[in-house]
């Protein structure tokens, strides 16, 4: 069984910062990719950044030069600096992870329970 948890999120004013995190644990070969999500109140969960293995990164257009992406892969875990915040990124931020839970098995994909950021104006 493989778990995510992601901590990190809460309240900060427009312009601020906040830094989320999301450990994996449990039974784990390899993690492939691993990402942050979010999803607005009516609207579809949307991608917001990854980062392979190797430390190759992706964007949403909405948030580069003021999100990034990192991760320790000693520690299964995926971080994210949010930077120069604004009240449109008031979103539940949810983790996600490609993972190999043995060397015989396909990558599977994972999810956090999710952390909300809120974000005043």
């Known amino acids: 069984q493989v778990q995510l948890v992601e901590s990190g999120g809460g309240l900060v004013q427009a312009g601020g910062s906040l830094r989320l995190s999301c450990a994996a644990s449990?039974?784990?070969?390899?993690?492939?990719?691993m990402g942050w999500y979010r999803q607005a109140p009516g609207k579809q969960r949307e991608l917001v950044a990854s980062?392979?293995?190797?430390?190759?990164?992706n964007y949403a257009d909405s948030v580069k030069g003021r999100f990034t992406i990192s991760r320790d892969n000693a520690k299964n875990t995926v971080y994210l600096q949010m930077n120069s915040l604004k009240p449109e990124d008031t979103a539940v931020y949810y983790c996600?992870?490609?993972?190999?839970?043995?060397?015989?098995?396909?990558?599977?994909?994972?999810w956090g329970q999710g952390t909300q950021v809120t974000v005043s104006s």
């Open positions: 980062i392979t293995s190797g430390g190759s990164t």
């Open positions: 449990g039974s784990i070969f390899y993690i492939n990719v």
């Open positions: 996600n992870a490609g993972v190999q839970v043995r060397v015989t098995q396909p990558l599977y994909p994972y």
